[in-house]
């Protein structure tokens, strides 16, 4: 029902700026809580930020102040822009999408790999 599609990865210096983007497929996008993930090669997935339907952020403490997430309900879209990037934010990310309303479901894309060299 639900597909995710990210795309803007790629390699960057450090103190430079991305910006990646998810377009989901189907006509629920405004109904759903997004989010985007990172994983480094050898480390679990971590939460990067989210954004609810109703346009609440968060973030994880090592990003505030340097990302911002945002979404687009006309566009289907969510990016999440990067800036100030470090080598340690070298992860493949994840945009993920649930649903707030029963029945509950969880849906995933299948990563964009950004890389932050030195």
Not at 103 to 111: S, V
């Amino acid at each position: 029902q639900v597909q995710l599609v990210e795309s803007g990865g790629g390699l960057v210096q450090a103190g430079g700026s991305l910006s990646l983007s998810c377009v989901c497929s189907g006509s629920i996008f405004s109904l759903l809580n997004m989010g985007w993930y990172r994983q480094a090669p050898g480390k679990q997935r971590e939460l990067v930020a989210t954004i609810t339907r109703g346009f609440t952020t968060n973030y994880a403490d090592f990003v505030k102040g340097r990302f911002i997430i945002s979404r687009d309900n006309a566009k289907n879209t969510v990016a999440l822009q990067m800036n100030s990037l470090e080598p340690e934010d070298t992860a493949v990310y994840s945009c993920n999408a649930v649903t707030p309303v029963l029945p509950k479901r969880e849906y995933w894309g299948q990563g964009t790999q950004v890389t932050v060299s030195s």
